[in-house]
C-alpha cells in the first residue's frame, strides 16, 4: 500500500540546479526518516543526504554546502535541492524512507531511482 514517488531527475549543465522530490502515498503513522543514496554502475550505494524525524540533517562530504535536503510534512514529501551541480555527481538518485505503520515494525521502502546527469 505504501508507494515511494520520485521526481526531479534529468539533465543539467555543469554548476546548474536540480531538485528530486520523494513523496510517499499511503497509509502512514509517521515518517521516521528520509535518506537520499546514489550509485553509478559496478560502485556501491552511498548515502548522499538524511533527514531525520527530528528535522535533523546529515550530508556526505562530496555534497555538504552544495547539496539541502528538507521536507513538507503537509505533502508528505521530502526534497533534495542540489545546486552547483559537477559532473561526479551524475548517479541514479534513491530515496529510502523508514515509515512507521500502526500495528507494524518500522518498515524500509525504497523508490526506483532517478537518474541525475551532469554535462559540461
Known amino acids: 500500500q505504501v508507494r515511494i514517488m520520485e521526481s526531479g531527475g534529468g539533465l543539467v549543465q555543469s554548476g546548474g540546479s536540480l531538485r528530486l522530490s520523494c513523496a510517499v502515498s499511503?497509509?502512514?503513522?509517521?515518517?521516521?526518516?528520509t535518506d537520499w543514496y546514489r550509485q553509478v554502475p559496478g560502485k556501491e550505494r552511498d548515502l548522499v543526504a538524511q533527514i531525520l524525524s527530528s528535522g535533523s540533517t546529515n550530508y556526505a562530504d562530496s555534497v555538504k554546502g552544495r547539496f539541502t535536503i528538507s521536507r513538507d510534512n503537509a505533502k508528505n514529501a521530502v526534497y533534495l535541492q542540489m545546486n552547483s551541480l559537477k559532473a561526479e555527481d551524475t548517479a541514479v538518485y534513491f530515496c529510502?524512507?523508514?515509515?512507521?505503520?500502526?500495528?507494524?515494525?518500522?518498515?524500509?521502502?525504497w523508490g526506483q531511482g532517478t537518474q541525475v546527469t551532469v554535462s559540461s
Open positions: 499511503g497509509s502512514i503513522f509517521s515518517r521516521l526518516s
Open positions: 529510502k524512507v523508514i515509515i512507521l505503520r500502526t500495528g507494524e515494525p518500522p518498515g524500509v521502502y
